[in-house]
């Protein structure tokens, strides 16, 4: 981990870290490093900070994210890749299949973005790690919109987001994918630029603890999301002020 963040220095998420994060916080920042670099992060799925697994039983995450590597590649995904946007979930094509682009049907953001939804959990394409700092960091210091999560990232980076959460004031499950993740630096950064040829799978573990947390998908409801910046919110949800 320590390798990873001392070269994530010299990028812009790095010198952004250290001046929205960790210079007012150098303290909390340390011991979320630390704390993130004890971490066992070998198992089906990794819980941070003191508040583990997101909430109690029955209450929902306060936001869920996803990586824009799920998108579908053939037939593409109708709302591009390398972006925040999900076509289908803003618009809220029914569940059912027969109403549903082909290349969403077996789409895990449109899954768990529906699963979100009506958890009334925000819900958060992930791009760049510049973008998630400005996206759910920064509102969870500053606010604490954001005090809880769910996660579904490679696993290369399990302990460098959860230093960021532990920073910010948040607790999370991380859960793993299973094909197509980063297994390197190199990969990584190409990724973070928005570079992924590989379409990326979550881990069946990690699909049925994301239905645990989420709960399951009963009949379409009259329910939508509301965009506001890159996320996504249900239309009765409001952000903490």
């Known amino acids: 981990m320590w390798t990873f963040c001392l070269r994530s220095l010299s990028r ?4 952004r870290f250290a001046a929205r994060v960790a210079a007012g916080r150098p303290l909390r920042t340390l011991r979320a490093f630390r704390e993130a670099d004890r971490l066992d992060v070998t198992g089906a799925g990794v819980d941070v900070g003191i508040r583990a697994a997101g909430a109690p039983a029955g209450c929902p995450p306060s936001i869920v994210g996803v990586g824009f590597c799920h998108k579908p590649i053939d037939p593409p995904c109708p709302s591009g890749r390398a972006n925040h946007d999900c076509r289908c979930l803003e618009t809220l094509a029914p569940h059912d299949a027969a109403g549903v682009p082909a290349p969403c049907r077996s789409c895990a953001i449109r899954d768990i973005g529906m699963r979100s939804l009506r958890a009334g959990s925000a819900f958060y394409v992930m791009t760049s790690a510049r973008d998630i700092l400005a996206d759910v960091y920064v509102p969870a210091i500053e606010s604490g919109r954001f005090p809880t999560g769910l996660f579904v990232l490679c696993r290369y980076s399990f302990k460098p987001f ?27 950064l190409l990724a973070d630029r928005g570079v992924k040829l590989e379409r990326t799978t979550v881990a069946a573990s990690g699909m049925t603890q ?5 709960g399951t998908l009963g009949p379409a409801r009259a329910m939508r999301f509301e965009r506001r910046g890159h996320v996504l919110y249900p239309a009765t949800a409001r952000p903490a002020a």
């Open 210 to 214: 994301a239905a645990s947390v989420l």
């Open 12 to 15: 812009e998420y790095g010198w």
């Open 162 to 188: 959860a230093a960021g959460l532990l920073a910010s004031g948040m607790s999370a499950r991380l859960l793993p994918l299973d094909q197509g993740d980063c297994r390197d630096y190199r990969t990584w």
